[in-house]
């Protein structure tokens, strides 16, 4: 059985004291959730402060993004050792991070690498443009970008990661992929790769959101597909009453 996981990416949104006033009120409504692993990924400046507020909670956190070297001269950079004190999951491989700053395949196997060895667990994102898309080559693109971040990743370490199918014609626009549509990359393309790396068992193990333009109202379409475990949550994680409803919709739906 795959526990479903909520995560909200906060991306670059919220100062500390607004980071910190949105997690009081998250504490609030997601008291008593069970059965969904919930976990927020505030700005770095943010993750201390919100570590100390979850403490008593059981709401995971995350870091969006990290360097692959332990320490150095690496002005600006944000190591796994750092990390590792202060939060549970790192998001690598967002297609933000893709397109503007200039992340590759190679790049993030080395950040997933790096987090693995420090006992991080990465949501490692995967994910067509719209010209990709359209030229129908959603399941060349996610194989290569899935196949490029797991290199060299065994099959122990790869239970513990989580793997999100984030659409970048979706993320954003208000303009979700269907759910049927995102359970068929996730379930053929994601899950039939991990087979193809790993063997089928360990393929049903392995937790795949789908990240997207997720909204209260069109959450329940996509938890009540077979393949998808959850979701990567944007703009919707920013309001406490928005993501609330998701993480309560997503127990409902999973049930
Ligand atoms: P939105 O939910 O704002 O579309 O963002 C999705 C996303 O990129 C999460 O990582």
Redesign the pocket.
Known sequence: MRVPIIAG?WKCYKTVAEAVALVRELRQGLMNIKGVEVVLCPSFVALAPVADLLKPTGIGLGAQNMFWEDQGAYTGEVSPLMLKELCQYVILG?SERRQYFGETDEGVNRKVKAALRHGLKPIVCVGENLAENEAGRTAEVVERQLRAALRDISAEQVRSLVIAY?PVW???TGRPATGAGANAVIGQTVRGTLAELYGKALAQEVRIQY????NPKNIAEFMTQPDIDGA?????SLKAADFVAIVQETVRAKQ
């Open positions: 990416n967002h984030e979706a993320i954003g990240g997207g333009s997720v990567l949550v944007g703009g919707a």
